[in-house]
Nanobody, 114 residues
Framework: QVHVVESGGGLVQPGGSLRLSCATS????????MGWYRQAPGKQRDMVAD???????NYADSVKGRFTISRDNAKNTVYLQMDSLKPEDTAVYYC????????WGQGTQVTVSS
C-alpha cells in the first residue's frame, strides 16, 4: 500500500519561510519523479516544483528564486523550502509521486498573512 504524507504547513507572515516535507512508503522512492503542487480556493491545481530521480529540478516561474525542492532517497522524503513567502503563495500544497503510476498526498495548508 502506498502512502504519501505531507507535513510542515501552517501560518506564516509575508517574507517568512516554511519547509514542507513529504514522506512516502510503498514505492521505490528513488526512481520516482517527485513534485509539489498547490491549489488556492477557486483555482486549479498547479505545479510548483518537481525533481527527477536524477536530481534535475523544475520550478514554476512564480516561485523561482524563492522555493527549493530537494529529496533524500535514504529517507524516502522530498522537501520544499519556501522563502520570501507572499500572500499569493497561500494554498493547499500537495505532494505528487510519479513513475508509471501517480500518487497524491492529502495536502497541507500554507497560509501567508499578516
Amino acid at each position: 500500500q502506498v502512502h504519501v504524507v505531507e507535513s510542515g504547513g501552517g501560518l506564516v507572515q509575508p517574507g517568512g519561510s516554511l519547509r514542507l516535507s513529504c514522506a512516502t512508503s510503498g514505492i521505490i522512492f528513488s526512481i520516482y519523479t517527485m513534485g509539489w503542487y498547490r491549489q488556492a480556493p477557486g483555482k486549479q491545481r498547479d505545479m510548483v516544483a518537481d525533481i527527477t530521480s536524477g536530481g534535475s529540478t523544475n520550478y514554476a516561474d512564480s516561485v523561482k528564486g524563492r522555493f527549493t525542492i530537494s529529496r533524500d532517497n535514504a529517507k524516502n522524503t522530498v522537501y520544499l523550502q519556501m522563502d520570501s513567502l507572499k500572500p499569493e503563495d497561500t494554498a493547499v500544497y500537495y505532494c505528487h509521486a510519479e513513475r508509471r503510476m501517480a500518487y497524491w498526498g492529502q495536502g497541507t495548508q500554507v497560509t501567508v498573512s499578516s
